[in-house]
DNA sequence: TTAACTGTATTATCACGAATAGTACACCTA
DNA sequence: TAGGTGTACTATTCGTGATAATACAGTTAA
């Protein structure tokens, strides 16, 4: 379910976060999963628990998950609007990273071309906002 | 010349790095430019010389500046090259910011329209590869 | 030649945050 | 009741960015 890379420098409970984030766009996590155990994922992950607890607070604070003490974990119901919500505000690192493609002199056809195959590929639903 | 975030979670050193391969990409500097001095760049961000030293250090093993003993740094000949070749290689983050941003439900076209914009805007010259 | 600049090297120390370790408590359910 | 769940807390380790303080060598111009 998850993929932790230690080396990273992103810190591990960070990509946590995001990979939880980026299956719920995908649709992978609905409404009402329950995602897996302080405990549990984080002998999967051979990871230590309080780092996963730490992620798991961070998506709570978000709003993306919520905990029911006793029971476990699960997938907020406006976790899919909310994080539409938030990508939207992240279009200036696209263009910040599109400016510096252009400037290497990678053509603007090119960058377009990608767009059009990356758009047919990832054949996903629409966000309601 | 440089804009330094010392709150930022990159280190100061690699802003460094980065502003100024930016700054080569832009075509402020050129090859055979002089680099500020380590000591001189270092009273003016307020940050220690060593700081200024490691990003060039960094900078030379990337083939971006060369040093001169005595005399100073300056902007390498392939410089300019070598950076476009490195950006090149980084059209998978492109492709992984796009997927995301699709997945979020924003519209193949919003971002096309960015792309045309920004393509307008920044009126570059092209890498001779 | 000297002074003042340049890059380079070395060692020690500090500061911050991620991650670990260990323990404890409360809740829910079979 | 037992074993799962979330939560809270403290202490410690560890890596690394950044600082501090020197020292040495090459270049340049007065």
Redesign the pocket.
């Known amino acids: 379910m998850f993929r932790i890379e230690?080396l990273s420098?992103q810190?591990?409970?960070?990509?946590i976060v995001e990979q939880t984030e980026t299956l719920v766009l995908t649709g992978s996590l609905k409404a009402g999963d329950q995602?897996?155990?302080?405990?549990?994922l984080a002998v999967t992950l051979?990871?230590?628990?309080?780092?996963i607890?730490?992620a798991?607070?961070e998506l709570?604070r978000r709003g993306i998950i919520q905990?029911?003490?006793?029971?476990?974990?699960f997938i907020s119901p406006a976790a899919y609007d909310l994080l539409c919500q938030t990508k939207r505000s992240q279009l200036d690192a696209f263009d910040t990273l599109v400016r510096e493609l252009l400037l290497a002199g990678i053509e603007k056809e090119e960058l377009c071309g990608r767009l059009d195959t990356l758009a047919a590929t990832s054949l996903k639903g629409e966000c309601d906002v």
Chains 1, 2 share one sequence.
């Open positions: 230690p420098r810190p591990v409970y960070e990509q995602m897996p155990s302080v405990r549990s051979s990871i230590n628990p309080n780092t607890q730490k798991y607070i709570d905990a029911a003490p006793g029971k476990g974990n």
